[in-house]
């Protein structure tokens, strides 16, 4: 994407040359707005700071992952930078990696991209223990959504779009018919009822409390 660079880490330089650099490539015209990959919020807010202090453009999201079975850091972390400092969330693998597409259901198909020997880690995660309770919790969301009609994918990439922290979800397909699908999200997204979201925890048991929650 020419408008936007997303920078990957920052510990090879301090926050403030980060920054320093950012705000040259922009100047120069060689991109419009610049943001982070998995950058922890300290680190973010340090290179905001940085940005107002001196008078540089500070940055405008974090690319992180978030799915159904990953939420602490753009539901905990980030959400607190978004409501101060305006910093959104560009998140991928919302289907992890094809765990929640629901093609593991039983087990390992030859097909597949865990059956592959450089993707060993992902059927390892499969067959684990974790990967077969989060199998069963797929199965207890298909009836949901059965009812909005719609395929567990479309569910899923709606259920990371509904975040208001969220400003875009990356996705990864491998043909153009898994793309055209994950994109039926769209259509599903104002069926993502207050209602439906916690039919949703209900069932994976795994949201994280913010301190909002503790407050509340």
């Known amino acids: 994407d020419l408008d936007t660079i997303q920078l990957p880490y920052s510990e090879p330089l301090p926050g403030s040359k980060i920054v320093r650099a950012m705000t040259h490539v922009i100047n120069q015209g060689m ?22 202090q001196f008078n540089m453009i500070p940055p405008v999201c ?8 990953q939420r602490e850091k753009v539901e905990v972390q980030l959400p607190e930078l978004y409501h101060k400092i305006g910093v959104g969330a560009m998140t991928w693998s ?3 990696c094809g765990i929640i597409s629901g093609k593991y259901g039983n087990g390992v198909p030859d097909s597949s991209r865990a059956s592959l020997k450089c993707y060993q880690w992902l059927k390892e995660k499969i ?12 199965k207890d969301l298909s009836p949901i959504a059965g009812r ?5 994918p479309q569910l899923a990439v709606a259920w990371c779009l509904r975040n208001e922290g969220v400003s875009s979800v990356l996705l990864g397909s491998s043909n153009p018919e898994q793309l055209i699908e994950n994109l039926g999200a769209i259509q599903v997204l104002p069926k993502m009822t207050s209602h439906i979201i916690s039919e949703i925890d209900n ?7 913010s301190k909002k929650d503790y407050r509340s």
């Open 127 to 138: 067959v684990s223990e974790e990967g077969r309770k989060q199998q069963i919790k797929l």
């Open 62 to 69: 974090e690319q992180a992952e978030y799915h159904l079975f």
């Open 94 to 96: 919302p289907l992890a």
């Open 148 to 152: 909005l009609g719609c395929t567990l």
């Open 31 to 52: 991109a419009m707005y610049w943001g982070t990959s998995r950058w922890s919020a300290m680190e973010i807010m340090e290179a905001y700071s940085v940005a107002r």
């Open 203 to 209: 069932i994976l048991g795994n949201k994280p409390y």
